[in-house]
């Protein structure tokens, strides 16, 4: 699976951003997807998961109400919606896709795309 993540940018604190992670290459209807981030100078961390069939979804505690991961298989496309953004969740966001949702949820997903800046300004 080639994955290719978009939509960063540079947004004011309390904005919006929608980030969108294309597939190629193989079903994208059979992996599971994940979002992460990495700050400068932190280890990455998890945002967001969501399960091939979209049944099930999972936060860190630090965007829960609000972001939101979403899928839309006709198009290989996985989405997260940033609403309230803040200057922390700042980072360079990364989507991962794994057959197994646990991988997804440790951090290991089997493929990765390059990231998308995303910057918040207070």
């Known amino acids: 699976v080639q994955l290719q993540a978009s939509g960063g940018g540079l947004v004011r604190a309390g904005g919006s951003l929608r980030l969108s992670c294309v597939a190629s290459?193989?079903?994208?209807?059979?992996?599971?997807m994940g979002w992460f981030r990495q700050a400068p100078g932190k280890e990455r961390e998890f945002v967001a998961a969501i399960t091939w069939g979209g049944g099930t979804t999972d936060y860190a505690d630090s965007v829960k109400g609000r972001f939101t991961i979403s899928r839309e298989d006709a198009v290989n496309t996985v989405y997260l919606q940033m609403n309230g953004l803040e200057p922390e969740d700042s980072a360079v966001y990364y989507c991962?896709?794994?057959?197994?949702?646990?991988?997804?949820?440790?951090?290991?997903?089997?493929?990765w795309g390059k990231g998308t800046q995303v910057t918040v300004s207070s």
């Open positions: 290459g193989r079903t994208f209807r059979n992996y599971h």
């Open positions: 991962a896709a794994d057959s197994q949702y646990g991988q997804i949820r440790r951090g290991r997903g089997n493929y």
